[in-house]
Nanobody, 121 residues
Framework: QVQLVESGGGLAQAGDSLSVTCAAS????????AGWFRQAPGKEREFVAV????????DYADSVRGRFTISRDNAKSTVYLQMNSLKPEDTAVYYC??????????????WGQGTQVTVSP
């Protein structure tokens, strides 16, 4: 059974930094691209960031590029998202996902349960 378990996040003020972590199990993590989506209240879930199986290539949503950094540790089956210069509009539930690089932003294979990030002005 595949499980993706997010941790971290929480409360922050605008300009602060936070990080979220996702630990994967039940799959060969290094065989999958991994990344993050988010869903703000009243909005659709949106792509945030992804990196390839090896971590050698990344892609970001325009709204977070230059502020967020994604990384992974295949030995620990873990993917990370470092969020800097947070803005109130970054407030959302952040979801970890794994899947194919080519279609990741449209159709990941597996999802985590989500972790809340709240940024106050």
């Amino acid at each position: 059974q595949v499980q993706l378990v997010e941790s971290g996040g929480g409360l922050a003020q605008a300009g602060d930094s936070l990080s979220v972590t996702c630990a994967a199990s039940g799959l060969t993590f290094s065989n999958y691209a991994a990344g993050w989506f988010r869903q703000a209240p009243g909005k659709e879930r949106e792509f945030v960031a992804v990196l390839t199986r090896s971590g050698g290539r990344t892609d970001y949503a325009d709204s977070v590029r230059g502020r967020f950094t994604i990384s992974r540790d295949n030995a620990k089956s873990t993917v990370y998202l470092q969020m800097n210069s947070l803005k109130p509009e970054d407030t959302a539930v952040y979801y970890c996902a794994t899947g194919s690089w080519a279609v990741f932003s449209r159709r990941p294979d597996y999802w985590g349960q989500g972790t809340q990030v709240t940024v106050s002005p």
